[in-house]
């Protein structure tokens, strides 16, 4: 198994929808961020979590949210999806003595 | 404000040829450096990295990496291209006061290695 899982792996949804990703990891680290990737933009932070209780924003959060449901899941949702949306998303996990991050297999979400 | 740059969108290279992949960043402070690869439909994945001590650090796959910060830089390198190295490439930074919490990366370099 994948150490860091993203669910689905692509989707389809229409404007105005609500839509959630999921991820899990089984690194058993505290440090879970979720990316997203654009062509020529490279990847930019969406939410970080540091650990359950800890919540942070990053560069791109307006028109997302985040849940930590434990230390291995942490979903993104999109609560009203807009075509700009459409990307490629990753999840990660961290480990805070190596500084190497571990990344999903992503989610490639176009909104329509 | 910090921020990494890769100035080169695509390199192109011969199979056999020594290949060097573009970086500069822009931090406060001394850095954590990295670079992730990214194969079609995959996740990224860890190549290597610079925390402290030797400016040349080795990766995986061949790949190493060359720390200069007179001209912050930290540009990939390999000595032999092989057409599997194909696939595009992150470099990414972090200050060291943030604890590597929260890697800031460059828009990314596809690298195409010819037969």
């Known amino acids: 198994d994948a150490d860091v899982t993203q669910t689905p792996r692509n989707r389809i949804t229409k404007t105005g929808k609500r839509i959630m990703l999921e991820c899990s990891q089984t690194k058993g680290h505290d440090r879970m961020y979720w990316y997203r990737q654009d062509p020529g933009l490279g990847l930019r932070l969406i939410y970080y979590s540091f650990d359950v209780k800890d919540i942070n924003k990053g560069e791109i959060s307006d028109g997302y949210s985040v849940s930590r449901q434990a230390q291995a899941k942490f979903s993104l949702s999109l609560e009203s999806a807009i075509p700009n949306q459409t990307a490629l998303y990753f999840c990660?996990?961290?480990?805070?003595?190596?500084?190497?991050?571990?990344f999903g297999s992503g989610t490639r979400l176009t909104v329509v | 404000a910090q921020s990494v740059a890769q100035p080169e969108d695509q390199v192109n290279v011969a199979e056999g040829n020594p290949l060097t992949v573009k970086c500069t960043y822009s931090v406060s402070g001394n850095p954590y450096l990295f670079w992730y690869v990214q194969y079609p439909n995959r996740g990224l994945q860890f190549l290597l990295k610079?925390?402290?001590?030797?400016?040349l650090v080795k990766g995986s796959y061949g790949f190493e990496a060359e720390f200069n910060k007179s001209q912050t830089s930290f540009h990939l390198k390999k000595p032999s291209a092989l057409v599997s190295d194909s696939a595009l490439y992150f470099c990414?930074?972090?200050?060291?006061?943030?604890?590597?919490?929260?890697?800031?990366f460059g828009s990314g370099t596809r690298l195409s290695i010819r037969p």
């Open positions: 610079y925390i402290t001590g030797d400016n």
């Open positions: 990414a930074v972090s200050p060291i006061d943030s604890s590597a919490s929260k890697i800031i």
């Open positions: 990660a996990t961290s480990d805070p003595y190596s500084y190497g991050y571990t």
